[in-house]
């Protein structure tokens, strides 16, 4: 691992720690690369260089609009290949909160995301992106007549 050193002024280690108490860190290391992790991340989206992605996609809605709910799931259905779950949750008599986990092509991605946070009486909708690296292969596990398996595995890229 390698190590360096940062030099910060009173006030502004003051606040660091602060924050870093707040946020649970154990000490500034881990917040320093976790900082530089989001920061990474971000610039490699930016520059169009994080070429697969997971994310999260949250979004809250009135399930009384009228055939919204089908035009969501209709959406969902359409990009099957970019949808691995979704969860729905009642937040109260009028609204519900859906949070959708995608992983793809990370332009795909965002396109969806974005697709579907525009629908119309669609509210508060946020998407969270995690560049990762994709590797999409198959498997002979020898377990019977279906033992070649299609997969894929997602790592962080940093």
Same mark, same amino acid.
């Given at each position: 691992?390698?190590?360096?050193?940062?030099?910060?002024?009173?006030?502004l280690?003051?606040?660091?720690?602060?924050?870093?108490?707040?946020?649970?860190?154990?000490?500034?290391?881990?917040?320093?690369?976790?900082?530089?992790? +989001?920061?990474?991340?971000?610039?490699?989206?930016?520059?169009?260089?994080?070429?697969?992605? #997971?994310?999260?996609l949250?979004? #809250?809605?009135?399930?009384?609009?009228?055939?919204?709910?089908?035009?969501?799931?209709?959406?969902? !259905?359409?990009? !099957? !290949?970019?949808?691995?779950?979704?969860?729905? #949750?009642?937040?109260?008599?009028?609204?519900?909160?859906?949070?959708?986990?995608?992983?793809?092509?990370t332009?795909?991605?965002?396109?969806?995301?974005?697709?579907l946070?525009? #629908?119309?009486?669609?509210?508060?909708?946020?998407?969270?992106?995690?560049?990762?690296?994709?590797?999409?292969?198959?498997?002979?596990?020898s !377990?019977?007549?279906?033992?070649h398996?299609y997969?894929?595995? +997602?790592?962080?890229?940093?």
């Amino acid at each position: 691992m390698d190590r360096f050193t940062i030099s910060l002024n009173e006030d502004l280690a003051k606040q660091f720690d602060e924050l870093i108490g707040q946020k649970g860190y154990q000490n500034r290391s881990e917040a320093v690369r976790d900082m530089l992790r +989001t920061e990474l991340e971000s610039a490699r989206l930016e520059k169009q260089e994080a070429p697969y992605c #997971v994310a999260s996609l949250s979004y #809250v809605y009135s399930h009384h609009a009228r055939d919204l709910t089908e035009r969501l799931t209709d959406l969902q !259905h359409q990009h !099957h !290949h970019l949808v691995l779950s979704s969860m729905h #949750v009642h937040l109260d008599h009028d609204n519900c909160l859906e949070t959708v986990i995608l992983r793809g092509a990370t332009g795909e991605v965002s396109k969806f995301a974005n697709e579907l946070m525009a #629908v119309r009486e669609v509210r508060h909708g946020k998407v969270n992106i995690v560049p990762v690296e994709m590797d999409d292969h198959g498997h002979d596990h020898s !377990h019977g007549p279906r033992s070649h398996q299609y997969h894929v595995h +997602t790592r962080p890229r940093t």
